[in-house]
């Protein structure tokens, strides 16, 4: 199983798909995800780039976090991880938790980045445009899809519920007290990468408008609302969300 190893210790499980010689691009995935909620995508971005994914520590088959964390943690677990691959810089693609990660790596190693994807995420709390789930105590997971996405495609929700790891007790709290102390807002014109921001219309984890937010604040972003779409987007309409990361990528070239 490839897991590299942090200078304290922490083990982060991570998989490479696609050629050697293709551009990366980085999966950066959302609280509590895993490589497996990239399971749709991979295979489509791995036609053409090289794709790095690899599990937050507290997510999936990398080890938890031992105290508190800060999304600079994260940061430098991903840039640690580009040096142990070799690779000098990268496409990020960050989603919900991980889009928080990808702006604070374009703000403080700027020359580590290629371009941004930022999906379905905010500018951070201090800023960000709340939303009302209104979901079932007992299946908070619902918020995860647009209306009607689950009770239309059950199959599909249940192999997502199914595919997913178990979150390390106390890993879940670490993450989420790392996301509330994240604010980019004034820093985000600084952003001078090529950046692309998706969010879906129908997200009722984190407010499209916070895409909107995005888009308007860092210079020349492009904004992509996929209509009718929720916060997991790129499970619901993996073609669709690939296409659009694709041809980006291939619009910088």
Known sequence: ???????????????????????????????GGDIPGWRRNIPGLAEELRVIAYDFRGNGRSDPPEGPVTIATFVEDTVGLLDHLGIGSAHLY???????????????????VRSLILAAT??????????????????????????????????????????GLP???????????????????????????PTLVIHGTEDRTIAPENGCLLAERIPGARLHLLEGAGHVYHSERPEEADAAVLGFVRSLR
């Open 122 to 163: 905010h500018p951070g709390r201090g800023h960000a445009v709340a939303v009302e789930a209104n979901v079932p105590k007992d299946r908070p997971w619902l918020a995860l899809y647009a209306p009607g996405f689950a009770e239309a495609h059950p199959d599909h929700v249940e192999a997502d519920l199914r595919a």
């Open 1 to 31: 199983m490839p897991l590299y190893r942090r200078p304290d210790g922490c083990r982060l499980y991570h998989e490479v798909h696609g050629p050697e010689d293709a551009e990366p691009l980085v999966l950066l995935e959302g609280l």
């Open 167 to 193: 979150q390390a007790p106390g890993a879940a709290r670490r993450q989420w007290e790392a996301m509330q102390a994240f604010d980019a807002w004034d820093r985000l014109p600084s952003i001078r990468v």
């Open 94 to 112: 960050g989603q919900s938790f991980g889009g928080l990660v990808a702006q604070e790596l374009a703000l403080s190693h700027l020359e580590r």
